[in-house]
């Protein structure tokens, strides 16, 4: 409801006070426990859990891919002179929830989210990243020409190693295999190492992971 398309909608979640009866439905999930109004907003018509409250909950206790896409979304939605204190209050809400399960993982994906990736995909591409143990890369870095303009814009990219890795998805990329084959030439003429990743990749992250590390290891960014 807020923008974020990257939460899993199967089920809608519902908070009742504990004096209230609760039974599972085919498509609702009722939780009993305490709600304070000032985390409540009107949207639409429906009274619904804040932003930053429902996104800290997200980060402590849903799938952790589904965490770091919503994340990454909302902060994309946030004007870029807010996102610093939608950033600190959805970290208080971390470290208040009554529920302490789950806080120290929900603050490593806060600081992973950067609201840079432009899909849900380059938020899990990034997450697997962090997984294997690779160096945390820039997103959207931009590449510039010898007069300042910018050039490209890479997907990820270790910048002092010159390695990068583009992320092909179906509808950026469709009937543009020769455009996107010149661009690889041109940036690898400037130095760069690029991989190319897919959905492929997504599913078993191990051959581009493996490709990374080798590539940073050539460039002795990596033992």
């Known amino acids: 409801m807020f923008g974020c398309t990257a939460a899993e909608a199967g089920e809608i979640h519902v908070l009742v006070g504990y004096a209230r009866q609760v039974h599972r439905t085919p498509s609702m999930v009722f939780h009993q426990g ?3 109004e000032q985390d409540v907003v ?18 402590c206790r849903a799938r952790r891919r589904t965490a770091l896409a919503c ?30 399960r789950g806080r120290r993982r929900g603050e490593i994906l806060l600081l992973l989210a950067s609201g840079l990736a432009e899909s849900p995909a380059e938020s899990w591409m990034l997450l697997g990243f962090f997984d294997f143990g690779l160096p945390i890369p820039a997103q959207q870095l931009p590449v ?6 910018e050039r490209y814009r890479l997907d990820f990219a270790w910048e002092e190693a010159r390695v990068a890795v583009e992320y092909d998805g179906y509808s950026a990329h469709v009937d543009r295999a020769a455009a996107d084959s010149l661009r690889q030439a041109d940036l690898e003429r400037r130095g760069w190492t690029v991989l190319r990743a897919n959905a492929e990749d997504l599913r078993d992250p191990s051959r581009l992971h493996a490709a990374v590390h080798a590539a940073l290891v050539r460039r002795r960014f990596a033992a």
């Open 71 to 100: 994340m990454d979304q909302a902060l994309a939605l946030t004007p870029r002179f807010e996102r610093a204190e939608f950033r600190a209050e959805v970290l208080h809400r971390i470290l208040t929830r009554r529920d302490p």
């Open 42 to 59: 009107d949207l639409d018509g429906l009274r619904v859990h804040a932003l930053e409250p429902a996104i800290a909950d997200l980060l």
């Open 34 to 36: 305490l709600l304070d």
């Open 144 to 149: 510039l020409d010898l007069d300042g303009h």
